[in-house]
Nanobody, 125 residues
Framework: QVQLVESGGGLVQAGDSATLSCVASGARFSVYVMGWFRQAPGKEREFIAG????????HYSEAMKGRVSISRDKTTNTMYLQMNGLKPADTAVYSCAAGPRVFLQRGAASEYEYWGQGTQVTVSS
């Protein structure tokens, strides 16, 4: 049973940086792609970034590229999302996701089989 547990959300000020973590367990993730998504109230889920577990190949959405950095630590089965220059528009529930049959560059939520419970990030102005 794959489990993904996010942490690191909370209330931050505009312009601040924040790092989210996602601890994965329950599978051998060597063939998995891991990703970060977010969903703001009244909006559709949005792809932020993805990474291949074995090689660390990354892909970013155009909207977030340059402000976020995705990484993973294979020794602790943890994936990270570092976010810089946060804006009130970044307020959302951020979720990590994983799957063995994900095409990284598509950023398609439907391809990710496993999801964490999400962590709220609120950016105040």
């Amino acid at each position: 049973q794959v489990q993904l547990v996010e942490s690191g959300g909370g209330l931050v000020q505009a312009g601040d940086s924040a790092t989210l973590s996602c601890v994965a367990s329950g599978a051998r993730f060597s063939v998995y792609v891991m990703g970060w998504f977010r969903q703001a109230p009244g909006k559709e889920r949005e792809f932020i970034a993805g990474i291949t577990w074995t090689y660390g190949t990354t892909h970013y959405s155009e909207a977030m590229k340059g402000r976020v950095s995705i990484s993973r630590d294979k020794t602790t089965n943890t994936m990270y999302l570092q976010m810089n220059g946060l804006k009130p528009a970044d307020t959302a529930v951020y979720s990590c996701a994983a799957g063995p049959r994900v095409f990284l560059q598509r950023g398609a939520a439907s391809e990710y089989e496993y999801w964490g419970q999400g962590t709220q990030v609120t950016v105040s102005s």
